[in-house]
């Protein structure tokens, strides 16, 4: 087989499309055959072949392991060839090849993960014995294969993976220990000594990789490392390894000699200290001062920067935070409850070792020194200022020195308030005035005493008169035109969107809205109008904001940041220009109107433009979601926009849909919310649908309003074309749907009943036989029992025929010694028992008047077996919805009359097409157009009849006389 693979796996990197595919899907037929794997094992360890051959077996190989190497796969692995694999991959440890070599240790740690140290007993002993031989080339692939191979035993979370793991630590931590401190002892003498660079290069990289071995050992292979003298020395060593790693760094720099490994290897060092600092905390404990000096030393101090690097600067001030935001080291965890004395212990070194002084110099410099922006920042600023002004967001902290500094500078300034406060008040106080345009380090100073006051607004807000200051010099300063001076009239903007939700007066917004229009002239400079544009959302996202007051800055606000739209050019820029200005519709609602013509006119083009930018898309139908609310029955205007963009968010084959199918489906549900009447492109849009429901139940909920909306948009075209197959398709998904699913769906189809019920009854017909059976069997959740109830109601009342042709079928599903008249009585058992448990006074009188109509005309006689219950249902449900008004006459308060706005919904603000539509059908249900009283009469009236008087009197004297004197209250017989 050997040689057909090796031909396959040649046509396999061909750059012939045809070869290439034709080799694929053979190679895919061989998956499951045996001996494929043992053929690829030959071809990778043939050096003779072709690196991109061998390359191409051993990912092959890896596919292999991750489809079919457990035991339960499917088309697994043979045991033979799979022993095959574990005997032969630890002889070939002489890849000369690094790219490959590195691919052949993830291979044997995907197999590790699997099978050892139960099926594979012998790796982990091989693999420390090539380490111990002198071939250099075999011991560092041996060691780049243990690191993999610990990284993917460490990563099992079932307690006997750990437990294994850490049976494993046990047995090599110290090997692995000082053969790491025998490698790092050889680089730093050679480095010193000023050894041949390769030689160097080589001990280092082992020295790495043991570190790497090491910090997995030690982070999961232990449940408590103070209990190992070996990990606790470790720890201890990591601190001067790194002191002696960053000098010898300086040496090797000032020879002209850069490597990349050392500086992994000291970061990889306090990786280490955080990765144990993080999930053994209270091992830690006693590092806390050891650990908070060397941060301090390196990040605080003249002497100590000189030998520190970015990344390595980054990782210290995260090591700091984790100590000041551990949860288990938090002051506020100290109480009289406290009995853990490492929980006490560990806040009376943080408190030790933070004393007022150094906390004093932490704040200064990473004010005057992180804070300020570098010539870097500038440079970018003036050649790429989109590029500049994006927010690092997310985790940035964990790799960027600005966020990282910022994200300290809040972690210690909340925790120690009240030393912090002052010491900021003070520099502020020393920077407030504004200072001399040309002099760029007062500015860039400024600039950061600034960001300071922004970011810990909330832990000021007793401390600074921020209204004083902005009506003051804040102001001011945003006059001043000189082109240094750009940089303080952005943070101005920046601080004053900080701080205006936490103390800004609301008689000085209108102030506010002035200044930040003056910084969005176009102008400005860019930064700042970005910068504008962001304080004025913050501005407006506030609960005490007037729309009223706002409006006479509409106009100039929503033109100008549309104008910044038009001009910026990269996709996060524009999203967040157009968030702002979709969050400014918002807010402001239908006053938006006179202002949207050339917004609505530009998003066409904007959504062009930004076909390979799905947020972008995300955030234009965010937009257009706003604006179709805003514009209410004006929106048509945006149909044929809406219509393409819900078209392409919610067609499942469309490549983007995944990103745009949340928001699209809320602009669909908005467009048929808002359409005035059916159109064509409206009514075609629903071809998506059916893909949408088979797809998942993530997003039913809104499926099933944006279907209910077509029902009531167009019933007759839903009833005839459309409305079958949503049925179907909710017919074999209503089993599998949780009961709050199922609520939905059959809200659904009560819908379909209410808005035309002989119509709706015909459609759901498929349906009612599964929601009878319901009912019969005892729906076990209250809210679908109810719907279930409302819906066998809704049919009774509105399509007795179907209504009796269920109960038939009914009848047959149980059985053929089930008669229908026992299907009935059944189902009215249960109803009569169920509906004490309906909360909804609506629901009730639907209940009570399905029930009114079972005492008529063509009920069988199994009905008046529970004549005293259904009588005591109805007489319950008219002392709920009845009030007596002025002459004492008894009024049913569900009851609608014809008036435009009846009592119930007065204060009900009719802000869409489809409320209305909501209202027009609630006036045509029967639970608001008949009375429940005088139906119960009517139909006492003509069971009377029926039965004649003398059964009638004995039916009411089944009656409890609580109830019957109750009856009296309503109906006179």
């Not at 401190?181 to 010193?192: D, G, K, Q, R």
């Not at 000098?247 to 850069?258: D, H, I, N």
Request: aromatic share 10%.
């Amino acid at each position: 087989m050997d040689a057909a693979v090796i031909e396959v796996l040649r046509q396999a990197v061909s750059q012939d499309p045809d070869v290439l595919k034709s080799a694929e899907q053979t190679l895919k037929q061989w998956e499951t055959q045996q001996g494929f794997y043992i053929a690829l094992y030959n071809v990778l360890s043939n050096h003779s072949l072709a690196v991109e051959v061998r390359w191409i077996a051993i990912v092959y190989l890896k596919i292999g392991v991750e489809r079919y190497w457990r035991k339960n796969a499917p088309n697994s692995i043979e045991d033979s060839e799979k022993e095959f694999l574990r005997q032969h991959l630890l002889r070939n440890f002489e890849e000369p090849v690094n790219p490959l070599a590195v691919q052949l240790a993830i291979l044997i740690s995907k197999i590790a993960r699997y099978d050892c140290p139960k099926e594979w007993s012998t790796l982990v002993p091989t693999l420390l014995e090539i380490i111990r031989r002198e071939n250099s080339l075999a011991q560092r692939q041996a060691l780049l294969t243990l690191h993999y191979v610990v990284k993917a035993l460490a990563s099992k979370r079932l307690a006997d993976g750990q437990r294994l793991f850490r049976e494993l630590t046990a047995t090599m931590f110290n090997f692995i220990l000082n053969l790491w401190n025998t490698y790092t002892e050889s680089f730093l003498i050679m480095a010193s000594n000023g050894a041949d660079v390769n030689q160097i290069q080589e001990a280092l990289e082992k020295a790495l990789l043991l570190l790497r071995i090491l910090r997995q050992l030690i982070v999961n292979g232990f449940s408590k490392p103070s209990e190992s003298q070996d990990a606790m020395l470790f720890l201890k060593v990591v601190f001067e390894r790194t002191r002696t790693c960053l000098e010898c760094r300086k040496t090797l720099a000032s020879r002209g000699v850069q490597m990349d490994a050392c500086d992994k290897f000291i970061i990889h060092l306090t990786k280490v200290l955080i990765g144990v600092l993080e999930t053994h905390p209270f091992c830690y404990v006693e590092l806390i001062p050891t650990s908070l000096e060397f941060s301090v030393f390196y990040c605080f101090t003249e002497a100590g920067q000189a030998l520190t690097f970015e990344k390595f600067i980054i990782q210290c001030l995260n090591l700091t935070k984790h100590i000041l935001l551990s949860t288990y080291y938090r002051p506020a965890k100290v109480s009289e409850e406290t009995k853990d004395p490492l929980v006490l212990r560990a806040c009376q070194l943080k408190q030790e070792f933070f004393t007022p002084d150094i906390l004093t110099e932490i704040c200064s410099r990473l004010v005057t020194h992180y804070f300020i922006l570098t010539p870097t920042d500038l440079e970018m600023w003036d050649t790429h200022p989109e590029s500049f002004i994006v927010d690092d967001g997310g985790e940035s902290w964990k790799y960027s020195l600005r966020p990282c500094t910022e994200s300290l500078f809040l972690a210690i300034f909340h925790q120690f308030r009240d030393v912090l406060a002052s010491v900021l008040v003070d520099l502020m106080k020393q920077h407030h005035q504004p200072v001399d345009p040309n002099n760029l380090h007062a500015i860039l100073v400024k600039d950061a005493v600034y960001r300071a006051v922004g970011l810990a607004a909330f832990d000021l807000y007793d401390e600074v008169n921020f209204d004083q200051w902005f009506s003051t010099t804040l102001k001011e300063e945003l006059k001043v035109r000189s082109n240094n001076y750009r940089i303080i009239r952005r943070r101005v903007c920046w601080l004053i969107g900080q701080w205006t939700n936490i103390k800004l007066s609301t008689g000085l917004r209108p102030e506010l809205y002035k200044v930040m229009i003056e910084a969005l002239n176009p102008e400005e400079d860019l930064g700042v109008r970005l910068a504008a544009s962001n304080a004025l959302k913050l501005a407006i996202d506030d609960f005490q904001f007037n729309p009223e007051e706002f409006s006479h800055f509409l106009e100039p606000v929503f033109s100008l940041l549309f104008a910044l739209l038009k001009e910026v050019n990269e996709c996060d820029t524009k999203m967040h220009v157009l968030y702002v200005l979709s969050f400014i519709i918002e807010r402001v609602g239908s006053g938006i109107k006179p202002h949207v013509g050339a917004l609505s006119l530009y998003l066409p083009e904007l959504w062009q433009r930004s076909e390979v930018y799905n947020m972008l898309r995300c955030a234009i139908v965010s937009t257009l979601i706003q604006l179709e609310k805003a514009l209410g029955s004006e929106s048509a205007i945006l149909e044929p926009l809406v219509v393409g963009v819900v078209a392409l968010s919610c067609d499942v084959n469309q490549e983007g849909h995944v990103y745009l199918v949340e928001e699209g489906l809320e602009l669909w549900l908005a467009l048929l919310e808002n359409a005035p009447a059916p159109t064509p492109a409206i009514m075609d849009l629903f071809r998506n649908m059916p893909a949408l429901l088979d797809k998942s139940t993530e997003n039913l909920r809104i499926c099933l309003y944006i279907i209910q909306a077509y029902v009531l948009l167009n019933p007759q075209d839903f009833f005839t074309y459309r409305g079958s197959m949503v049925i179907e398709t909710l017919k074999t998904l209503l089993s599998d749907l949780r009961a709050d699913g199922r609520v939905m769906a059959l809200r659904l189809f009560e819908m379909c009943l209410r808005a035309s019920p002989q119509q709706g009854a015909e459609l759901i017909k498929p349906i009612l036989l599964k929601i009878f059976e319901s009912v019969y069997n005892g729906e076990e959740y209250p809210m679908v029992m109810t719907m279930n109830l409302s819906i066998v109601a809704r049919v009774l009342l509105g399509s007795r025929d179907i209504f009796v042709q269920v109960i038939s079928d009914l009848a047959q599903n149980i059985g053929t010694e089930t008669r229908e008249e026992v299907v009935l009585g059944k189902m009215i058992y249960k109803w009569i028992n169920g509906m004490p448990l309906v909360s909804q006074t609506e629901r009730r009188k639907l209940l009570a008047l399905a029930l009114c109509f079972l005492l008529g005309a063509n009920s069988p006689p199994t009905v008046l077996e529970y004549f005293s219950h259904i009588i005591a249902n109805i007489v319950e449900t008219l002392n709920d919805i009845t009030k007596y008004d002025n002459m004492g006459y008894p009024v049913d308060t569900l009851m609608m009359t014809d008036q435009p706005s009846p009592s119930q919904y007065e204060d009900v603000d009719y802000e869409t097409e489809h409320a209305q539509r909501q209202k027009r059908l609630a006036f045509s249900d029967p639970v608001h157009s008949i009375s429940l009283k005088d139906t119960l009469q009517s139909q006492l009236i003509m069971l009377r009849s029926i039965v004649g008087d003398n059964q009638f009197d004995q039916l009411m004297l089944t009656l409890n006389s609580e109830i019957d004197e109750q009856l009296k209250d309503y109906i006179s017989l």
